[in-house]
């Protein structure tokens, strides 16, 4: 018997009762459509955070304090004053850094802001002039912080379009207007570039202020949080890591570069950590909807089981008429190979349609994997020859005479 009369027969069987075919696809469409929807999720996820820590730029090098210590009692890692302004300076006029060409000082911290009757917690920074160059940073109106603001210790804030919207509200120039941070009046002098995020690490939501003003009249506090260095090239991000230990440890009278009471990260490190947990997350997510495809593929090989029993008779007749057994595994297995392709096409499509609308709705970069959809159509099938063997192999197995004996 040819492929193309097993194929037609194959079929022919399956239209015979649609509602049960098209429940047993039912299966594998949901199975398929969940995989490709939730790995495209997992990738535009880590899509977004690898774009936004791209946007910082690629050269750059973030040094933060180390761990505190108080009675015996270890802090968490940046609960340290470990970093000072006399850092920076040092990390300027070394002789021995090559590598650098900027370097930022920062100090953050949560503060309340209030404009009119709208009013809302976010993140402070006091900064210098050098922020806007090391962080690639931006104004899309007004201007940025200036030396003679950290001078006089200006009470002037550079504001990010969130705080704009939220504070103000849409269509609206805020710049002149006054703001209140901590209930200390400030002068909006710029808006910042959006560049986007989420939760705390949203870059539209921070305010920006002088550091010195920071210091001395929001937080009291002369250390750094944060001080950010802009490599020359990213090819020489090691050697500036290195060039920036090697001063910091003498600055700091630090022998065993393993008692450090600082810690350097770059952009790679970040991105190498995001990575690897959204990688994570990713497979979890997979590994999740692939038990929608085992569920279906139980489900098909229930359907061919029951197929089987109602066509016992039939199966009889055609080995008595001289149908071998092979003929008989190829059509059960191709009926069952149809459902799971066919299946696997229309999940393919639900689960593509899936992932627009879920990216369109959580604003994510719409991402679509083409392995995943060739892996997760080519999955069906397997589940097809795997799921659909064993009714196959039963219904070959049938002896003529008991077959058409069967009431």
Known sequence: MEITELLHESLSSLTVNKIRTGLATLGVVIGIGSVIALVSLGQASQKLVTDRITSLGTNLLTVRPGFSSSSGIRGGFGSASSLTTDDVKILESSPFITTIQAVSAESSGNGQLVAGRNNMNTTIIGVTPAYSVVNNSSVQSGSFITSSHLTSMSRVAVIGPNVVSELFGENINPIGQTLRINSQAFTIIGITQAKGGSGRFNQDDQVFIPLTT????????????????????????????NQVTQVLLQKHRISDPAQADFEIF?????????????????TLLSGIAAISLVVGGIGIMNIMLVTVTERTREIGLRKALGAKKAHIITQFLLEAIIITLLGGLIGMVVGVAISGLITHFMSLPFTISPISI???VGVSAIIGLVFGWYPARKAANLQPIEALRYE
């Open 266 to 282: 770059s952009q790679e490190d970040l991105l190498g950590t995001i990575s690897e947990v959204t990688g994570t997350f990713t």
């Open 214 to 241: 920071a210091q001395n009249l929001i937080f009291g506090d002369d250390s750094l949080s944060t001080i950010s260095l802009a490599a020359t090239d990213p090819e020489v991000m090691d050697l500036a890591r």
């Open 374 to 376: 060739v892996l997760a």
